[in-house]
């Protein structure tokens, strides 16, 4: 097998996120989601992880918020509407929490569609989130 390099080389690859269009009961423009890349899904774990010291045992763990890298996940993928918009946050009573705005806006049904939408586009199967979050646990 004849391996070209030229083939990896980054000006000769499409790295342009993919995007999707989601509709959703009640909004007049879809949400328009990207597909996310490891480097970006490794910030947002390193963002919500943090070790902790038990003074007793002087052994240190690693805790790691699993709503909030599932959270951050969603909200890092989602192209419109813009959830750090001030006049969108205002609109909705939440001012400073895309998450939480996120959540507002969506019924539980919507928000757990968009979270698969991000997964599948991103590359992962449904069960592909939950072994992240534990594997950024250790």
């Known amino acids: 097998m004849t391996e070209n390099l030229n083939d990896f080389l980054l000006e000769n690859v499409d790295n342009e996120p993919e995007t999707e269009q989601i509709e959703f009961k009640g909004f007049k423009s879809p949400f ?9 899904l490794k910030e947002i774990q ?5 070790k902790v010291l038990n003074k007793q045992t002087r052994t240190v763990t690693v805790d790691s918020d699993a709503d909030a890298i599932s959270d951050d ?14 006049q969108l946050q205002k ?3 939440v001012v400073a ?11 539980a049904g919507q928000y757990g569609e968009l979270a698969e939408k991000v997964q599948t586009l991103s590359g992962f199967d449904a069960e592909d989130l939950t ?8």
């Open 32 to 40: 328009v989601i990207k597909s996310l890349t490891a480097t970006e």
């Open 46 to 50: 390193k963002r919500h992880t943090r």
């Open 73 to 86: 996940l969603i909200v890092s993928s989602i192209v419109v509407p813009d959830l750090n918009n001030a």
């Open 91 to 93: 609109s909705w009573g």
């Open 97 to 107: 929490n895309p998450g939480k705005l996120l959540r507002k806006m969506l019924l």
């Open 131 to 138: 072994s992240l979050v534990d594997e950024a646990k250790k």
